[in-house]
């Protein structure tokens, strides 16, 4: 066993080995590219591997698939490809904070000295804070402890569209319901990372007016951009020579290395869906809207593991390194928020500011995309006796058009990356970091986990889900009581539905005479009876400059439909791919014979617990 670090000529040949097994993973799960960097001390690792060269692989015929001819790669896979970060978002907005820990602010009148355990509401004043989160601190927000529900499907939409402007964060943080108290249950949240994104920008906003320097005008996305693509910039990414990172869409220069985003049809192809487009306009930049390279990615992993090494409860800052008060982050009470109980491990696993803390060995499947698919979450370096014990820290992320992971070894002064453009149908990123971590600390061959038969199961398990869900929404609704529905022609449901908190209004509209519309009519898995002389919009609010997408609806019963077709339709239209089966319902409301309103559904998942969602969402008709 080696204990010196390799050389770079080492590390390629340990890691070109997992090539074979790479190729047959991303076939299965329908990833159109993926790119894996590993360093260790002073040597790097870095290789791309494609859905096409899957095929090319001797073992491919194992799939008994066709060749497929029109998957295409415009943009060439490197180190210099920009994807999205998406959740590793959160540990660049997790360093943005830091930097202003200790710094004296005046909000409104009142002076307070920022630290994590500030209360939000002193720097957002009007937020509406329900249940017992009238003391809800900011390293609540960071933790994902501060008890709200799992909203985010509600701002989600079409090829990748995010649907709120920054301007709206206050408010939809005000429409969601909390359903525990504080860090008493773990509900991974992007909203409470989107208002942390929120304290961020106000604090940034008030340095610039104590300077006597301009600032945007308030809420504007230019306010934003202020703080996430300027400040951060200045502060951490340029002092670590990262200048292809960005917390919003690239410049135009950049378009030619820009990843562009794919989703997995039921035939496990890669289909385009759109790039990342999170942080455009303020909204969701703090939780999920970093894009960069394999290269500059590294860059920022290995200082995390540079400060770990140098700062301690009270050393927080390292000469030369912009990260600061790390141990606070990766180490304090903060940050140790147990989310799943391991009888066998001494310390739990942690999640706090961006990262998940275990002990080796470890089931690294607390956050990740295939969570709710798979029961069987590997256990990762069971019988390594080099890593027995040691500290880790990882995160995955997971958006349309993306899938990435990251581990920080940090015993070893090594981190491990896949990022990747495509939202497959098992959490790729995961199992290939995972498998690399095996390969670096060599766990015996006959001890290592079998990761392409996890990803066959996932992806499969994904696949079955899908396809069974148009038979699923049918008998959901049947159980609904019948009612006479026939004297309401389809005309009477047009109109636009306001949402109670003035976010997203959902528009429908009737055509008599629809003719044909963009979809398939005899597509495999068709959802119901559709009546395409009714579409719906749920795309986004009438400020944003995007055309809006129009869905047909189909009518399955009562006052009941669903937009939902096929899977198909569903990744074709760029869509996260739900699971949850009232996702895809609209039931419209009606009083003494009239249309009033609707009730849109939010999206449910399994990550870490069993997450309560929002109960429907009311929109009035006017």
Known sequence: MSTSPPSHAQLKSKFDALGPDILKIINVAGTHALHLSVRQGGSTYQKAFTYLESFDHQGSSSFKRKHPKNVQYPVPTNENTIFPCCSLTKAATAAGLATLIGENFNIEGEQFRFSWDIQVKKIVPNIRILNDGHDTRLHHLLTHSWGGARGDFLWYGTHNEVRLTGNQSKSFFNSIERHHGLKKVVVYNNDGWNIAGYVLKTLVREMHKKQNKPVPELDSDEDFELSFNQYITEKIFHPLDMNQTWFKKPP???????ARGYGV???????????????????????????????????????????????????????????KHVYEIMKTE?????????????????????????????????????????????????GG???????????????????CAVILVPFLDANILVMSDTLALSDVASYVSQMALEELLEVPRDSRNRFGDHNNKASD????????????????????????????????????????????????????????????DDEEGQA???????????????????????????????????????WDSTIKNGFWPSGDLTTYVVDFVVEKGKVVGLEWNHHSGTFVVEEPVPGPVRYNKG
């Open 528 to 566: 119901a009876n559709f009546c395409t002389s009714l579409s719906i919009n749920i795309s986004g609010t009438e400020n944003r400059p995007e055309k809006p997408k129009f869905l047909p609806l189909g009518h399955i019963k009562g006052h009941k439909f669903t937009w939902f077709r096929s």
């Open 334 to 382: 903060h940050s140790v928020v147990a989310s799943h109980k391991d009888e066998s491990k001494p310390n739990p696993t942690a999640y706090g500011f961006g990262w998940v803390r275990t002990h080796l060995p470890a089931r690294m499947g607390l956050v990740g995309y295939s969570r709710g698919m798979a029961k069987d979450v590997p256990l990762v370096v069971q």
């Open 252 to 258: 135009s220069e950049y378009e030619p290395r820009v």
């Open 461 to 520: 398990t994904r696949l079955l889900t899908e396809k069974s869900l148009n038979n699923s929404v049918v008998d959901l609704i049947s159980k609904a009581p019948n009612f006479d529905y026939t004297k309401l022609d389809y005309s009477a449901y047009a109109g636009l539905y306001k949402h109670p908190f003035g976010l997203i209004n959902i528009e429908v509209v009737y055509n008599a005479d629809p003719g044909s519309d963009d979809e398939s």
């Open 265 to 323: 049809n039921s035939s496990r192809q890669p289909v385009e869906v759109g790039g990342m487009t999170a942080g455009d306009h303020g909204f969701a930049g703090a939780s999920t809207g970093l894009r960069t390279t394999p290269d500059d990615r590294m860059k920022f992993d290995k200082a995390w593991i540079d400060a770990l090494g140098t700062q301690s409860a009270t050393t927080t800052s390292t000469p030369g390194n912009p990260l």
């Open 385 to 403: 006796p080099r890593g027995e014990g040691k500290e880790i820290f990882y995160h995955q992320g997971s958006f349309v058009g993306g899938l």
